[in-house]
């Protein structure tokens, strides 16, 4: 159990430094854009790890049209009537029965 304990902080740790690294990338990125920079005399190899080309989108086949038969077909309804309103009369209420029987 304590390998479990001890290793959730180092996860926690691992995770915030990914998160920062991309944020401080992303920054970067926006802030220099593709031309190429150095920062204290070193340069800068961002834009060519952030430069990547994206492929566009295939359009969808268009989906055919079904017959006219199948357009010109009366669709089928259901009558709810005979569970709404049965037919004749309720029986007569009963009274609770008697606690002396």
Not at 11 to 26: D, E, M, P, R, S
Not at 58 to 76: D, Y
Request: hydrophobic residues 40%.
């Amino acid at each position: 159990m304590r390998g479990l304990t001890a290793s959730l902080p180092v996860k926690v740790i691992f995770t915030a430094l990914f998160l920062w690294v991309q944020g401080a990338a992303l920054y970067d990125a926006a802030a220099h854009g593709e031309q190429p920079h150095d920062h204290y005399g070193v340069s800068c190899e961002l834009t060519s790890a952030v430069h990547a080309e994206v492929a566009p989108l295939p359009l969808a086949p268009p989906l055919p049209k079904p017959p006219r038969a199948i357009l010109a077909a009366e669709q089928p309804t259901r009558d709810f009537r005979p569970w709404s309103q049965p037919p004749g009369r309720a029986p007569p209420p009963r009274s609770p029965p008697a606690l002396h029987q």
